[in-house]
């Protein structure tokens, strides 16, 4: 049975209401549009609505596309995650099953591509914070260089990856 990182669907929309409406609100207040501060935190909110249908609809589309490049292998751990390539943070999704890590890119992305990491071949895992503040970054060193990803609950997946590492 996939086990799923899900994102929590009320932080996500808080946060990304948040993230936009509050500058807004500060430009239209700076900008002494002094009556568009309401209209301003109103669109913030209509984006954390937006952000949050978003990442609903994608999770929906992950089962689909699991099938389509795994076909019958297990998976057992599954989320959102962003591989980070030159000059582009690639959003998509990781799986993890007894033998790789592969990660499917969505498809409006500008580099659209499929990953995958034999566990045979990873040496170690590393953590990083994106931005320096952020503790969501994977690092997978292997014989062959780096691949690194930005996700949710990245304890779980180091836990999850080192298992099978040690298997």
């Known amino acids: 049975m996939t086990q799923k990182v899900k994102p929590n ?3 996500t929309f808080i946060l990304s ?8 609100w500060f430009l ?15 669109s913030g909110v209509l984006f954390g609505l937006v952000i949050t249908a978003i990442v609903r609809l994608l999770i929906g589309r992950s089962d689909t596309e699991q099938k389509d490049m795994l076909g019958e292998e297990i998976v057992l751990l599954s989320g959102g995650a962003n591989h980070l390539q030159p000059r ?5 999704w990781l799986y993890l099953t007894r033998d790789a890590l592969h990660f499917k890119s969505h498809g409006f992305n500008v580099q659209v591509h499929q990953t995958v990491i034999p566990l045979r071949e990873v040496k170690s895992i590393e953590t990083f ?11 997978i060193v292997t014989s062959n260089g ?12 180091i836990r999850e990856i080192s298992a099978l590492m040690n298997t």
């Open 88 to 92: 582009e943070a690639v959003g998509g």
């Open 9 to 11: 669907y009320i932080k």
């Open 146 to 157: 780096k691949e690194s990803f930005v996700v949710n609950k990245r304890k779980r997946w």
């Open 28 to 42: 239209f207040m700076y900008l002494n549009f002094l009556n568009a501060g309401v209209p301003a935190l109103l």
């Open 17 to 24: 209401s948040l993230a936009f409406g509050l500058p807004l």
């Open 129 to 139: 914070n994106m931005l320096g503040i952020v503790p969501n970054g994977l690092r």
